[in-house]
């Protein structure tokens, strides 16, 4: 296994885990920590694709990483509001 490929699967792992607590109500899915793992997992995933290309992944993980990166900017505006 290469280092990419461990890097890919720590993503899938990463956005498994919060998927699944979200779906069991163990944490919110709009709330940063959720966000987070879900833009790290992403990243991480993209990462792996870097060494063997797939476009639909690709573009896949890059949706879902800007979707994330795009809910944890609303918050971070909401807080400087305040």
């Not at 690709?58 to 944890?72: D, I, P, Q, T, Y």
């Amino acid at each position: 296994m290469t280092l990419t490929d461990a890097a890919g699967l720590c993503g899938v792992l990463l956005i498994l885990v919060a998927y699944a607590a979200a779906a069991a109500g163990k944490l919110d899915p709009q709330r940063p920590a959720s966000l987070a793992a879900n833009l790290v997992g992403a990243g991480l995933i993209l990462l792996s694709l870097a060494k063997d290309f797939n476009l639909s992944a690709a573009a896949m993980e890059g949706a879902w990483a800007l979707v994330s990166l795009a809910g944890l900017v609303r918050i971070g505006w909401k807080r400087l509001r305040r």
